[in-house]
């Protein structure tokens, strides 16, 4: 933030980007990453924030192992964003925990996430300060290692205001905002890789949770640390709630203090006493300047601001008329959703709407089931990645018109994902084109009723699954060769002709 060494979350060697400056050595002088105060504003900007033409940093002194100068450079009472908010979409209170399932950005994403409402949430303040470094505790050891690495670099902290009301909705919130901040290309905000850390401050209030928010008295605070997850994060602020309230039900009194929160155990422990502001000592940073953004410096970064993941769910909803699981997929997966436009594009322009829908719901379900399972931990935006847009959109379309059965395109799909080549070379390639011959597929259609009387007399009952059930069995007579409709109607015909 103040110097410029490497800012590298991968980097496993301790202590190699570090230098006098970020160490706090006597006599080095900060200078402010520009970088950095640009992509707090910007961040501001997309949080609906207000940005003050005034800001300053300050010296927040307290003693840690890890932070080398034994006070951090912050800002206090002049953040650089202030009064914004946060819109998110929020599910009923019992499908919360079940709504997302993010590991890698692999997503899982549960039916119950369709009639969700939107909540605003109130952001106070957004300011910019310096990370301290990590410390390594060896096992069995009676020592602590500190690796500076991490020290002196960008971090930038965000505070609420009380609306959240549930571990749900806070998980809800930081999910959402960690989508924010990779379209605005602020950060990957990986909780694994530390680029993303929650810290919650719970505090019960005497009031309704339905009465003005600025009307209820809160309760005494606490705040849980080490929360590494979204998981973590919900199932901690649940478990806590339930403590403090077990405790003022019994008529004691909840005490200010840090909790940590110790996943297999499910509880959160007590660590320290809470501090207060005036205990860190704040005043300004005499060694850095204040900072007066004139508005228009302020525009110009607004332009630099995407389209973001609420106004794209919208969007892909009018737009394309897709199911709100499958908006989700797209809008939490960003590349694939770029991809999946890039596609819906190479379509013939002269169809009518009601066709193109129908491709745009057969492309939808091939990019989220087969394609998903063939990337795995890949990207559609990966060099190695091998499928382009317009050849991908001739896939679909080939499909659409019945020139390839779903059998054969769970063939071909594969193999354009390993070479690149177009599906209509893999087809002719391969010999997998669709058997249209009438008298061919007749022939099929008579040994399979040979085979399947039972089934012969079922629909003959009147029983419509049979039908279903010997299309399919045609079609493994004819290795998914056969089309479909023309096997359909041989079926029907010999089938009443026999009756």
């Not at 006070?71 to 979409?89: M, N, R, T």
């Not at 410096?297 to 499958?326: D, G, N, T």
Request: charged residues 30%; contains cysteine.
């Amino acid at each position: 933030m103040f110097c410029s060494c490497l800012n590298d979350p991968d980097e496993k060697r301790p202590n190699t980007n570090i230098c006098p400056v970020c160490l706090g050595h006597p006599g080095t002088l900060p200078v402010i990453n520009e970088e950095a105060i640009k992509k707090v504003i910007k961040t501001g900007l997309a949080l609906n924030c207000e940005v003050p033409d005034f800001s300053k940093f300050d010296r927040k002194n307290y003693f840690y192992p890890d932070l080398p100068k034994g006070y951090q450079i912050s800002q206090y009472d002049a953040p650089l964003c202030k009064e914004g908010y946060l819109e998110i979409p929020i599910v009923s209170e019992n499908n919360e925990a079940d709504k997302f399932q993010m590991t890698n950005d692999k997503i899982q994403i549960n039916s119950k996430i369709q009639n969700s409402k939107i909540k605003k949430i109130r952001i106070r303040r957004v300011h910019l300060e310096e990370d301290t470094g990590r410390l390594v505790h060896p096992a069995g050891a009676n020592f602590s290692l500190v690796d500076f690495n991490r020290a002196g670099i960008p971090l930038m902290e965000l505070v609420t205001e009380p609306d959240i009301r549930s571990g749900g909705e806070a998980r809800q919130f930081a999910e959402e905002l960690q989508l924010i901040l990779r379209y605005l290309d602020i950060s990957q905000a990986d909780m694994e890789k530390g680029q993303l850390r929650v810290e919650v401050n719970i505090s019960l209030t005497s009031a309704d949770p339905g009465d003005n928010p600025d009307m209820q008295k809160l309760g005494t605070k606490v705040e849980i640390k080490n929360l590494n997850s979204f998981r973590s994060v919900e199932r901690g602020i649940n478990y806590e709630i339930e403590r403090q309230q077990d405790i003022l039900d019994s008529g004691r009194k909840v005490i200010q203090e840090t909790r940590g929160w110790n996943e297999v155990r499910g509880i959160t422990v007590g660590q320290r006493e809470k501090e207060a502001a005036h205990d860190y000592r704040y005043f300004p940073e005499p060694d850095l300047p204040p900072l007066h953004l004139t508005k228009e410096e302020v525009e110009k970064i607004r332009p630099e601001i995407p389209e973001l993941p609420q106004a794209k769910r919208q969007r892909f909803l009018s737009e394309y008329q897709l199911e709100e699981k499958a908006v989700e997929i797209f809008v939490r997966n960003k590349e694939l959703g770029e991809y999946f436009e890039k596609v819906v594009s190479e379509f013939d322009p002269r169809l009518k709407q009601e066709k193109l829908f129908e491709l745009i719901k057969l492309a939808v379900n091939y990019l989220t089931t087969d394609l998903l399972g063939l990337l795995k931990e890949k990207s559609v935006a990966d060099r190695d990645f091998l499928i382009t847009p317009e050849n991908f959109a001739e896939f679909i379309t080939l499909i659409h018109q019945g020139r390839i059965s779903s059998p054969i395109a769970k063939t071909v799909l594969p193999k354009m994902f390993m070479t690149g080549a177009d599906p209509s070379h893999i087809i002719e390639e391969s010999g997998l084109s669709l058997v249209t011959d009438e008298k061919e597929i007749g022939e099929a259609v008579q040994r399979v009723i040979a085979k399947k009387p039972q089934a012969v007399a079922d629909y003959q009952k009147g029983k419509e699954n049979a039908l279903q059930f010997l299309v399919g069995q045609i079609m493994a007579e004819t290795k998914g060769k056969a089309s479909p409709p023309i096997i359909r109607d041989i079926l029907i015909k010999t089938l009443t002709k026999t009756k």
